[in-house]
């Protein structure tokens, strides 16, 4: 579980900067055809949580960004990416990020 630096309230950023790198999961010569980013509330209360999450999942190559903007400050927000490759596995990276004020 990777743990993502705070974001501010009023940031819209791609956290974790790099991206969420699948490399790793992948076989020789797989590619990831689709992502979908969600985000959960681990602790705090927001009663949309995933309104954090900004547009859709942008791939490149093995490696997975997305845009998170707005939030509740002192809310921290589980994120799940998952993909699927061109051989049909389904990879999940998990993050968690926490709002706070400007």
């Given at each position: 579980m990777l743990i993502l630096r705070a974001k501010y309230l009023s940031e819209t950023a791609v956290l974790p900067r790099a991206g969420?790198?699948?490399t790793s999961g992948l076989q020789s010569g797989e590619t990831l055809i689709s992502a979908t980013?969600?985000?959960?509330?681990?602790?705090?209360t927001d009663p949309g949580p995933g309104s954090i999450v900004d547009g859709?999942?942008?791939?490149?190559?093995?490696?997975v960004t997305q845009l998170f903007t707005a939030g509740i400050?002192?809310?921290?927000?589980k994120?799940?990416?998952?993909?699927v490759t061109s051989l049909s596995q389904?990879?999940?990276k998990e993050a968690?990020?926490?709002?706070?004020?400007?």
């Open positions: 969420f790198d699948f980013t969600t985000a959960t509330v681990y602790s705090g859709p999942p942008i791939i490149s190559g093995s490696v400050v002192g809310v921290i927000y994120i799940a990416v998952k993909v389904i990879l999940e968690y990020l926490a709002v706070i004020s400007d």
